[in-house]
């Protein structure tokens, strides 16, 4: 006969974790990303990438229905792209912007800081490459050529609308977007089923995509998809030459470093010290 252990009982029972709970789960969860090899951090570094980069993918999508009003291509826009981080969260994959949450074990000395930014640095290449792969197959496949170009369109009015933000927009946006994010996350850890994860991860994502935040994963699929399409296939339909001068002159390959770099910044800001410090400030005297 089998035996059961307590640790079989916690996690069949049907409530959620509790904040210190969720606490410890979180570092549980981060001293395993620390013992990753390098290699299979890069690997699901991609994976992340790629699945970030679909639900992207499929907000363009959305925003490609030109019939929509602002608010509601906004909100449905959000609810298509949480498909991403569902997907990294229910079938396991290294975001950088959800792994900015290691910084609890990191404080907790369970980790060292070492550990911590070798995971960020080699997630961090993992997603742009996964992002890239997403980029390439969708232009060999015409995806901006979808509903008589307007696919193509919306691509290049998301990279602009985010290239031509100032660097403090973009910083602030930044830190609003990985305080959603990983505020998604770490809800996440409070679920014991898959049905928890995704009820509780979802409506965080939707609010900083409708809320016009910058991610920087997600931006590095929006920003070169942006490029590619105004490169490959041309803004589609009538549009003054002054604007398209513009978006020409904006929606390039340093324009897209430049937006990543400071939502780059703003997350780490958002969702290391917003969520990861704070929550263990709060609760770590229960796990000392």
Known sequence: MTEITPE???????DCRGGAAILTQAMNVAIGKAKLPAGRAFMLGIM?????????TFM?????????????????GGVAFSLGLLCVIVAGAELFTGNCLMVCAAADGKISWVDVLKNWVVVYLGNLVGSLIIVAIL???????????????????VAYGKISLSPAVIFFRGIMCNWLVCLAVWMGFAGR????????????VIAFVACGFEHCVANMFFLPMGVAALNTYG???????????AITQTVTAGGCAYNIAFATLGNIVGGAIMVGMVYWISYRKKNA
């Open 193 to 204: 089923t898959v049905i928890d994860k995704v009820f509780t991860s979802m409506f965080p």
């Open 48 to 56: 992340a990438g790629m699945l970030i980069a679909t639900g992207a």
């Open 8 to 14: 079989d009982i916690a996690a069949t029972k049907p």
């Open 139 to 157: 232009v060999g496949g015409n995806f901006a050529g979808m509903n008589g170009g307007a696919v193509g369109n919306a691509m290049i009015n």
């Open 60 to 76: 363009l999508l959305t925003k490609g229905d030109t019939t929509l009003t602002w608010a509601p291509s906004q909100v449905l």
């Open 235 to 245: 803004y589609v339909g009538d549009i003054d030459p002054a604007k398209l001068e």
